[in-house]
């Protein structure tokens, strides 16, 4: 339980929400999006003091709520002796600076503190440039509006990441800096994409989990490969990806590969910088799309990753639904079908039947074999090397002799050369 003194030295915000008539469903605020808004902030390390949503036909152009609501949120502040205020819709550098000279503390927005909680976790080099691409990119534009969360120095939300200083007085080397991030996220896909051909020459799969954060993808990598992330019962808990071999059967072998979790209005900053990581999904042979059965908002977060998916991934890309959290609900809140399996990644319950629908999935026609060659057809090795997973290669007085994973069509091939049917 946390303790009162605790809450007292954290960020103290006030969440305020905009839902507007003329707002699209991914623009708007509803009591939903603030409780999540409210998760998100205990994630960055803050307590939130008061929710306040208003409907309105059209946004104000100045205030974006209104001066009015502006000055309750004020007396709000006051009166819970808040920090910050933290806007679940995207604000513009003007809207900052109106509220920010009425309420008289910082603001921010949902964007923001989505980049603070990716700042803190990002662990890797590889993660740490995709942050602060995504910061700057968020911040040129709003420097001429940001004041008193601009001057803010680090230590709290929304200071976290590049320095704030900079950043207001030199435009040029933010512009210098963001082309450096992107030369050097440029080499990193070179390398992804270096590990990509190798694995593609290996003939191994890559299975891409994906899901709403929290879902439990990082508990089911875990569960299925022991990677040993860490999976703690909070938003965008794992943000650099991990990749693992699983073997899923005798005759199949998979690169597992997490991703970083979506979330609804999730800043396209974040896409476009985590394009590196986020490419995986364009080359994935199948798509593992974990749910938590246990939302009560599943179909909305289902319905957002799914989005993003079609934006990301290959058209033709298998998908298989795993129903994670099944332990929580009743059978029949999970629906049944082709590409569908329920499982409970932190009790370890049906991981057989989940290996066994990667498997189908993946079109389970696969023969692990021993072959044996004659001499005359060496030239077979290489095509071996380069369209199967080949286990082994022995030169030996008889032939060439093979172990080999091969797919339907070069198993037809060399029907007639398998010495044993592993």
């Known amino acids: 339980m946390e303790s009162n003194f605790e809450k007292s030295i954290q960020e103290r915000a006030v969440l305020v929400g905009l839902n507007a008539d003329c707002f699209t469903k991914e623009q708007t605020a509803t009591e939903e999006t603030l409780e999540e808004l409210d998760a998100l902030l205990e994630t960055a390390g803050g307590f939130c003091t008061g929710k306040v949503l208003q409907n309105r036909h059209t946004p104000d152009s100045h205030s974006f709520i209104g001066e009015g609501k502006a000055l309750e949120v004020k007396m709000l502040v006051e009166a819970t002796a808040s920090t910050m205020v933290i806007f679940d819709n995207e604000l513009s550098p003007g809207n900052i600076r109106a509220l920010e000279e009425i309420i008289g503390v910082p603001v921010l927005d949902r964007s923001a503190l989505i980049l603070d909680i990716f700042a803190q976790r990002a662990k890797t080099k590889e993660g740490r440039l995709q942050v602060e691409l995504a910061q700057y990119k968020y911040l040129l534009p709003r420097l001429s509006g940001m004041g008193k969360s601009l001057s803010r120095q680090g230590g709290g939300i929304g200071t976290r990441g590049p320095g704030e200083t900079k950043l207001e007085s030199d435009r040029r080397h933010i512009r210098e800096r963001i082309t450096r991030l992107e030369q050097e996220l440029e080499q990193v896909r070179k390398v992804r994409g270096v590990q990509r051909e190798r694995r593609m020459k290996n003939s191994i799969p890559v299975v891409a989990i994906v899901g709403y954060t929290n879902a439990g993808k990082s508990t089911l990598l875990n569960q299925l490969t022991g990677a040993g992330i860490p999976a703690n019962n909070r938003l965008f808990d794992t943000l650099d990806t991990t990749s693992r071999l699983l073997t899923v059967s005798d005759n199949l072998d998979v690169i597992l590969s997490d991703t970083v979790g979506f979330i609804a209005k999730l800043p396209h900053h974040l896409v476009n910088a ?29 319905a957002v990753v799914e989005k993003l998916i079609a934006k990301l991934a290959k058209p033709e890309t298998p998908v298989l639904r795993c129903y994670n959290k099944a332990d929580l609900v009743y059978p029949e809140d999970i629906p049944f079908g082709e590409n569908i399996v329920a499982i409970s990644a932190s009790q370890g319950k049906n991981m057989d039947g989940l290996l066994a629908a990667i498997e189908k999935a993946l079109n389970h026609a696969r023969h692990h074999v021993r072959l044996q060659l004659p001499y005359s057809m060496g030239g077979m090795v290489e095509t071996l090397h380069d369209g199967a997973q080949v286990n082994s290669v022995d030169y030996t007085a008889e032939g060439i002799v093979v172990d080999a994973v091969l797919d339907e069509i070069l198993y037809g091939r060399l029907r007639e050369y398998v010495v044993k049917e592993c």
């Open 274 to 302: 985590f394009h590196a990581t986020l490419e995986e999904l364009e080359y994935a042979d199948l798509l593992l799309h974990v749910i938590d059965a246990s939302d009560p908002h599943r179909e909305d977060h289902i």
